[in-house]
Structure formats: structure tokens, C-alpha cells
């Protein structure tokens, strides 16, 4: 049996989970986090849930993260970091622990967002940035309809060492 997958709104009460996943430091490199581990404090992350937790009342917000729940167990998280209206257009990111990678999961969650924003956002072009040291990321846009627009080079120090992305987009 398929494992039950949704996406719902972020809560205050999600702060355990999100900072057992946060010492990974595989996980951190994934999503670009610079921050040092011992940086991330429990107050760093509980007030990046209040911003989640407002953007929901707004009709524009500027960004839109969900949790991803997989039978009924945090897992990771999964949203917009930019959605610029007036250009109809917005930038997605995501992450999954550790125990959830590499089983479909992640592309589940994705074609579940896209066709969500597509009815709740409608915009014209989605796009997502990921490091080239992570191939299984680009994967999971590539099931989901995304082409390599291109690669950016030296694009963020992490590690004392200079990385490059990809460039994908989605475009309607």
C-alpha cells in the first residue's frame, strides 16, 4: 500500500520536528543554509514558523511553505520562497529528512503543490535553483515537468568553497 502523503499548513507545533531534522548536515547543504548548525536556534526557527503561520491569512503573500506529512509523520517541508504576482511567477524549494529520501516521496509532494498553486496562485513560471552536487533534487523537478534553463556558476560559498546550481523552470 502507497503511504498517504499531504500537504498542510505549517504550526507552531512543528518546532520539535523541524529541529530534529536541522542537525543534519547533509540536509543543511541541500538547501543552501550557510548557517552553522549550533546557529540554529529554536527561536531562529519558531519565528520563521510565525511568518509561515501569517502568510496564510494574506491573499499575496511574498512566500508559502507547507509541511509534508507522510502518513500522518513530519517529513520535511516544501513551498514557494518567492512569488512575485504582477510577473506571475514564483521560486520553490523544498527538503526531506534523511529517513523519507530516495523513495518518491519528494515528487509526490511536488506534483501535489503544482497542481494546488496552479488552481490557488496561477502563475505562469515556476522556477527552482539546485546545487549540481545534488542530482537527485533535479530528478524530481525533471518528473515533474521542469527543464534545465541553466547552470550558474560559483554561485554560493558553502563550506569555504564555492558551488554551482542549475537553473529549472516549469513554464504554463
Known amino acids: 500500500m502507497k503511504e498517504e502523503i499531504k500537504l498542510r499548513k505549517l504550526r507552531i507545533n512543528d518546532l520539535e520536528s523541524i529541529m530534529e531534522f536541522f542537525p543534519e548536515k547533509e540536509l543543511l547543504m541541500n538547501i ?17 514558523l510565525e511568518k509561515q503561520i501569517k502568510n496564510y491569512k494574506k491573499k499575496k503573500p511574498s512566500e508559502y511553505q507547507l509541511a509534508i506529512d507522510i502518513d500522518r509523520k513530519f517529513a520535511g517541508v516544501i ?23 530516495g523513495k518518491g516521496y ?37 518528473k515533474c515537468g521542469f527543464k534545465i534553463e541553466g547552470e550558474r556558476r560559483k554561485i554560493k560559498k558553502l563550506d569555504n568553497k564555492f558551488v554551482n546550481d542549475k537553473v529549472y523552470s516549469r513554464i504554463k
Open 32 to 48: 543552501g543554509n550557510d548557517i552553522p548548525v549550533n546557529k540554529i536556534t529554536k527561536t531562529f526557527e519558531k519565528k520563521w
Open 79 to 101: 513551498g514557494f520562497n518567492k512569488i512575485d504576482f504582477k510577473n506571475e511567477q514564483g521560486v520553490i524549494g523544498y527538503w526531506i529528512g534523511r529517513l523519507f529520501r
Open 106 to 142: 519528494m515528487t509526490r509532494a511536488l506534483k501535489i503543490l503544482l497542481k494546488n498553486s496552479d488552481k490557488k496562485f496561477k502563475l505562469k513560471r515556476i522556477t527552482a535553483n539546485v546545487f549540481t552536487y545534488n542530482p537527485a533534487s533535479g530528478k524530481v523537478l525533471e
